[in-house]
Each structure stands twice: as structure tokens, then as C-alpha cells.
């Protein structure tokens, strides 16, 4: 149970660091600007609306959230929509006929966060899906303007299922930013640190190449490989293992941003000694295969 909470903590102040990032910024800006639509990114297990307050936010919705039961409701389906989004965006459509989607956002084999939208209609509403929203409503005994809430529900967005399927699709290319961004500040997070272990990230940094064994580092910055050992998993979060894996994975990326280099040659270069534990763990960090990674960065290739 500690160790569960700890990842759970850990992940959400990944996903913290991803939301203050200015990659993240900009793009949050840039789909909002865009497509007219509300966007969050929340951790796995976040208890709020995802778009209570965004600048896009429905006016629907907005009058909902003022209601408990509605309220409830909304944050029903966020929940059922994100226990079917961990392997693959999905959308679903909420008692008044809005629907929302999440793509998941994972580093390596780890899911971390969604990627919301939503609050839109994929057909016009009509006067018989509005009353069929009231007697939900007065069912439960939800108090609201039903003039106010009539005006805000034929104003709901409406899309295509083409144009959400392109939605999804962008949020996805996102997600994989996002992903490799994760990845990158796992590696060199600047939480304080000892001097031992700044020393130790520098060692690997420059000879992650060769093969170095945590003994080799233990001894560059003047430790038994016993109190490096737990001294480096205390301040990254990882063991010297997974921390080198990442920090070979993330060498191997930027090599394949060369379309002419093979991912073999890649591989070797930073520091892999056989392709079969390679391949093994580029999946397990990148949550891809090295060729599917390839072929994102070079469609074309």
C-alpha cells in the first residue's frame, strides 16, 4: 500500500512539472485557439470536473456543476471514461447527450495522466433529448433555471464524428510528447540532491556509452556500491539500472531523429550490448516499439 502511494504521488508530480512545462502551455493554448474545445491534463485518479473553469467550458455545463447530483454525475462518467481510456483514447456520451473523451498519457509501462476534451454533441439537440435531460434532472430534484439551462443546452458545440476522431488524433500526438517530456524529466529532475549524486549523473551522463556497472559509478564519486546504491534510488526515485536504461533510451531518440541512422547502429551507440535487451527495454521505458517510435518521427522514412 506505501509503495502504491508513493507512485501515486510521485506520478502527479510528474504530471505537475508536465503542466507547468512550456511545451504544454503552448499547446493547451494552440488547442483551445484551434478547436473551441475545454483541454486538462489530470493525473490517473483526480476527483474534480476536468474542465470546470477552462475558458471553453460548456455553458451546460457549467450551470451542472452547480447541482450535486449532476455534479455526481459528470464526475460518474469522467470515471467510467478513463477506466476504459488505459490503453486507448475513448469517448463517451453523458445523460444529456454531451460527450467526453480521454487519452491516455503514459511514461514507459506507466500510466501517468488523461488528456480531456470534451463537452460537445456529435448531433443537434433537440427538444425531445432536452426533455429527456429535465426529467433526469427534476428526478433528482436538481434545482435550476430550466429556462437558463434550455438557452445553454442548444448552445452545446457541435461536431462531426470525423472532426472528433481528428481531435483524438492530436490529442494522441500530444500524448506522445508528453510522454517522451515524462521520460526526459524522470531523468534529469533537479529536485536537491547530494553532491554524490549530482557527481553520479555526470559520470553516467559521459559514459553511458560504455559498459558501465553501478560499481564503476560507486567508485567515481567515492562510495561502497551498498550506500550509492540506496543513496541514488532515495534521490531519483529509480535504481542505477532503470536510470541508465532511461538515459540510453532517451540517446537512442535523439540519434533516430537522424532519418538516416538505423536503429541498430543507434542502439549500440548508446551503450546496448545486444538488440534483444534493447528492443526489451526501449518498450519497457518508451512504451513503444524502437521501429514504431522510428516510424512517428519519420512517417516518410
Not at 473523451?101 to 476534451?117: D, K, M, Q, W
Not at 540510453?248 to 534483444?276: C, D, I, M, T, Y
Amino acid at each position: 500500500m506505501r509503495i502504491e502511494k508513493t507512485r501515486s504521488a510521485e506520478s502527479r508530480s510528474l504530471v505537475d512539472q508536465l503542466k507547468r512545462s512550456q511545451i504544454y502551455r503552448d499547446y493547451e493554448s494552440a488547442f483551445r485557439e484551434t478547436t473551441g474545445l475545454p483541454i486538462s491534463l489530470r493525473p490517473v485518479e483526480a476527483f474534480d470536473l476536468p474542465h470546470h473553469g477552462d475558458p471553453n467550458e460548456s455553458p451546460f455545463c457549467v450551470l451542472m456543476a452547480q447541482s450535486n447530483h449532476s455534479c455526481a454525475a459528470c464526475l460518474q462518467l469522467q470515471r467510467k471514461i478513463e477506466d476504459q481510456a488505459k490503453l486507448e483514447p475513448k469517448t463517451l456520451k453523458c445523460f444529456a447527450g454531451l460527450c467526453d473523451s480521454a487519452v491516455p498519457v503514459r511514461v514507459g509501462e506507466n500510466l501517468i495522466a488523461f488528456l480531456n476534451t470534451g463537452q460537445i454533441m456529435l448531433h443537434k439537440p433537440t427538444k425531445e433529448m432536452f426533455a429527456k435531460t429535465t426529467r433526469s434532472l427534476l428526478k433528482w430534484g436538481t434545482d435550476v433555471d430550466l429556462k437558463r439551462l434550455e438557452e445553454a443546452y442548444f448552445q452545446t458545440r457541435v461536431v462531426t464524428k470525423k472532426q472528433l476522431e481528428s481531435v483524438l488524433r492530436l490529442l494522441s500526438v500530444f500524448a506522445q510528447h508528453l510522454s517522451g517530456l515524462g521520460n526526459q524529466l524522470m531523468v534529469s529532475n533537479d529536485a536537491a540532491e547530494s553532491p554524490a549524486v549530482a557527481r553520479a549523473r555526470v559520470f553516467i551522463a559521459e559514459h553511458h556509452s560504455d559498459e558501465v556497472a553501478l560499481g564503476d559509478v560507486a567508485r567515481a564519486v567515492n562510495m561502497s556500491a551498498f550506500y550509492f546504491c540506496k543513496t541514488f534510488k532515495r534521490a531519483t526515485g529509480m535504481t542505477f539500472t532503470d536510470y541508465l536504461a532511461r538515459v540510453r533510451v532517451e540517446k537512442v531518440k535523439n540519434l533516430l531523429l537522424n532519418p538516416h541512422k538505423r536503429v541498430s547502429e543507434a542502439a549500440f551507440e548508446a551503450g546496448f550490448q545486444s538488440l534483444s535487451q534493447f528492443n526489451r527495454v526501449f518498450r519497457r521505458v518508451a512504451g513503444e516499439a524502437p521501429s514504431a517510435y522510428r516510424e512517428r518521427v519519420h512517417p516518410a522514412a
